[in-house]
């Protein structure tokens, strides 16, 4: 196998899911390159030339890239492509790597595979559907396999430094301009994100209101922990979107997560069920999420919260 | 503006799936199905878009095999105006993939000469996430993905994207391919008057063979199997003993 990488990045410092893309390239085997593109890319070029275990790394840098939009991106992934003739392409899960690599899949005719959490052998492969209540193990039959990577199925690979990549600069073929990015507004916030955080507390459509998220916040500062939300309380307004968790939001594996107010929906628990110790606080006895839960309190969470913040 | 709107048929959210005794799919035999809701969604936005009187036609969809009509009416009865459904056997819909799908829609897209293909983000019974990325490839049309609001600025469209972290605002020329996320709209329900006018709506029936597209799987189905069980743990009795079980733990 010969696989590229589609590293992500800040301009400033490589996304830390593409560490744990790394480890599926190297599950599959073979060389693996990766591709890292934008309108700044050394020092995230310089920080992958020394990770081991990266051969190649080809390194496209131009003002075009501006925004990352995926009619500038894909020609050039497949002049990429063109020249090493890779086996494997492989991104995170994440909104770039999701908009960018079917667009490139279907340039190369080939049948994209979302998301995987596991590597049989160079062709097989598994990933969820239906909102993770069932396991598909599936053998591509194309010639170049175009994955997603779900980061949470993949450890994080050490990035132990000493590679000695060979370094090739790429520039894409013009392509014409049909889209422009205007503006980008993330979520500004002091906590840490809600993908790699360590602990993360989320609620749910009992918290009542988006005022009522203060508490959960409180005790996040109190514990460094992102706050999430069900796709329940996005509905209802409460939060933005950004913070949804579960099968069409973020899909997360802490190591501690805290659901309050969080009835358990299929398709919530698919977004973080595989969290190492998982606490739900609900005054309903039956909610399912207690079925997943480590330590199930049954307690009104108006009444909970406040406690556990003063306790912890 | 002409508008393509692709809706998928797929098993209704709220059903709990269950994975056939074969291992090689899932029980859709007497069981609740209903149109995608990212796909309700697009339907959704198009209508609005035409009650603003920015678009003048709105051309829904479907491929699948022959229910995938039902599905078609209930578009057509949210305020599309005439349907395609695109037949595939019972069989073939099983292995029909975001790869196929794409195909029979940027054909369509060409034959009907519409401005927009809008679609939903994903399908919620396969989770890919593709179509409408693919179908911008193969048409080499501009893409805006995972749309949470839509503008007409002069001959562009200005997209409002939710991305990770936050959101983003592109502009992109037409005609292009808009996929629909969660926080777009709220779709409407189906009035019956609308659902007695969707029936006398025209729809078309084409084979993938009458586009030109080719439906070969490129992938094998495996296996298709449970997700392992989550063991449950203990009900603690009060926030004393969560604190410190956590403690314990080292939180």
């Known amino acids: ?312 | 503006m002409r508008i393509l709107v692709g809706c998928k048929r797929v098993i209704d959210y709220a059903v709990k799936i269950r994975v056939r005794p074969d291992k090689k799919g899932v029980v859709t035999e007497g069981v609740k199905h209903s149109m995608n809701p990212f796909d309700e969604i697009a339907v959704e936005e198009a209508v609005r878009l035409k009650e603003k009187k920015i678009a003048k036609e709105i051309i829904v969809a479907s491929i699948g095999a022959a229910q995938s009509q039902e599905t078609i009416r209930t578009a057509l009865a949210m305020g599309g105006d005439r349907g395609v459904h695109v037949e595939v056997s019972a069989a073939e819909a099983e292995t029909l993939q975001p790869i196929h799908v794409s195909k029979i829609l940027a054909e369509l897209a060409k034959k009907e000469k519409v401005d927009l293909v809008f679609l939903g983000k994903q399908a919620i019974d396969d989770d890919s996430n593709q179509t409408a990325q693919m179908t911008a490839a193969l048409l080499d049309w501009p893409q805006a993905m995972f749309a949470s609001k839509v503008e007409q600025k002069d001959d562009k469209l200005e997209v409002v994207r939710e991305i990770d972290g936050g959101l983003e605002t592109i502009r992109v020329n037409m005609p292009c391919v808009i996929s629909a996320d969660l926080r777009l709209n709220e779709p409407r329900y189906a009035t019956l008057p609308n659902i007695m006018k969707a029936k006398k709506k025209k729809m078309d029936k084409l084979k993938p063979s009458d586009l030109g597209v080719d439906v070969t799987p490129r992938i094998e189905v495996i296996s298709v199997e449970d997700p392992p069980v989550r063991e449950a743990g203990a009900t603690v009795a009060d926030v004393d003993e969560l604190v410190s079980k956590l403690k314990e733990k080292g939180f």
């Open chain 1, 1 to 312: 196998a010969s696989t590229l990488i589609y590293a992500e990045h800040n301009g400033e410092r490589l996304n830390p899911a593409t560490l744990h893309t790394l480890t599926a390239a190297k599950a599959i085997g073979g060389d693996i390159a990766a591709l890292v593109a934008g309108p700044k890319c050394g020092p995230v070029a310089q920080e992958l030339a020394g990770i081991a275990g990266l051969s190649r790394v080809i390194v496209a840098e131009s003002a075009d890239y501006e925004g990352m939009l995926p009619e500038r991106l894909t020609p050039l992934l497949l002049a990429a492509q063109e020249q090493f003739k890779f086996t494997h392409i492989l991104g995170n899960s994440s909104a770039l790597a999701r908009s960018l690599l079917p667009r490139l899949a279907a340039k190369l005719d080939v049948s994209p595979i979302s998301d995987i959490i596991g590597i049989k052998s160079e062709d097989t492969f598994v990933r969820t559907v239906y909102a993770g209540n069932a396991v598909l193990t599936l053998k591509s039959n194309d010639a170049v396999k175009v994955i997603t990577v779900r980061s949470t199925a993949f450890e994080a690979d050490a990035g132990t430094t000493g590679g000695s990549a060979t370094q090739d600069t790429l520039s894409a073929p013009d392509s014409p301009h049909t889209s422009e990015f205007v503006s980008q507004e993330l979520s500004k916030s002091d906590r840490p994100e809600l993908a790699s955080a360590k602990v993360v507390i989320s609620g749910g459509r009992g918290m009542k209101s988006g005022d009522n998220f203060q508490m959960l916040y409180d005790l996040a500062d109190k514990l460094g922990a992102a706050v999430g939300a069900s796709r329940a309380a996005v509905d209802a307004g409460m939060v933005p979107n950004d913070m949804q968790i579960g099968q069409t939001g973020k899909i997360i594996a802490p190591e501690l997560y805290i659901a309050v107010g969080i009835s358990g929906a299929i398709q919530h628990l698919a977004g973080m069920k595989d969290s190492k110790t998982i606490v739900a606080i609900n005054k309903d006895p039956e909610a399912p999420i207690f079925q997943v839960a480590d330590h199930g309190l049954v307690e009104d969470l108006f009444k909970a919260i406040p406690d556990i913040q003063k306790k912890m």
